[in-house]
């Protein structure tokens, strides 16, 4: 599904190109700012993609076409469901907060907090391999009921699973290398320096934001894919791909 994925980036690349432009630019203001106020606006960015690449999947068209097929009507339920189900990743992990409460001065609160983090991540593409069909089923508007993306989500949960943890865990690491390296680099003086030492952080933000667009697209096609294999007559008919 990979090479599936480039193929929509590809397609539409002129979108991407925005969205990871955007993105940056509101890193940049968040900077200025010095407050973190566009994490609002960055789920509804990736939310709008992830539902325009599940579109193109579902009818095999292009995201102009699924803009005009959604509309408000389906627009809204999409991401109201995918809203309920990251509220209950984060709900499903409140007992591990609860047990391990994150103290503030405490050497260990970046340790804790990442790991923290990272659990959720974990119940999100477990809840996702699950019923991350829900959302998607708005779009075509066949087996809309939880009860059908449960249905859909168990009957390939493992290789569902397994794509969604890869999808979401790659582009961190990437982009934490990335921050490291970038952050030895600006302790050399001698190497950078100045306005090059914007360009990189610049460049850094661009590189994650693109390895985020990366991974949910991919994410959105696994999703889309499962959900075309439960319910064949809601688009065109598909196989789960390697």
């Known amino acids: 599904m990979l090479s599936e994925t480039f193929s929509v980036i590809r397609k539409n690349w002129t979108m991407y190109a925005v969205v990871v432009g955007c993105l940056v630019g509101l890193g940049v203001l968040d900077d200025f700012s010095g407050r973190r106020s566009s994490g609002g606006a960055t789920f509804f960015v990736w939310s709008y993609v992830a539902m325009c690449v599940q579109g193109a999947i579902i009818y095999s068209t292009t995201f102009n076409d699924v803009g005009k097929r959604m509309g408000f009507g389906k627009t809204l339920p999409y991401f109201l469901k995918t809203i309920a189900l990251i509220l209950s990743a984060v709900i499903v992990c409140l007992p591990v907060f609860v047990l391990f409460p994150l103290t503030p001065g ?137």
């Open 106 to 242: 405490d050497d260990l609160l970046p340790i804790s907090l990442l790991a923290f983090m990272c659990i959720v991540f974990v119940a999100y593409a477990l809840l996702m391999a699950l019923l991350g069909t829900w959302p998607a089923s708005g779009i075509a508007g066949i087996g809309t009921s939880l009860a059908s993306a449960f249905r859909r989500g168990v009957s390939q949960f493992l290789p569902t699973f397994g794509r969604l943890i890869a999808a979401i865990f790659l582009p961190l690491l990437l982009t934490l290398l990335l921050v490291i390296g970038a952050s030895e680099l600006e302790k050399s003086p001698s190497l950078i320096s100045g306005n090059s030492a914007y360009a990189l952080t610049l460049l850094v933000s661009a590189v994650a934001a693109f390895a985020q667009a990366v991974s949910v697209s991919y994410s959105a096609i696994v999703l889309a894919h499962v959900y075309l294999a439960g319910q064949p007559n809601a688009g065109r008919s598909a196989t789960m791909p390697a």
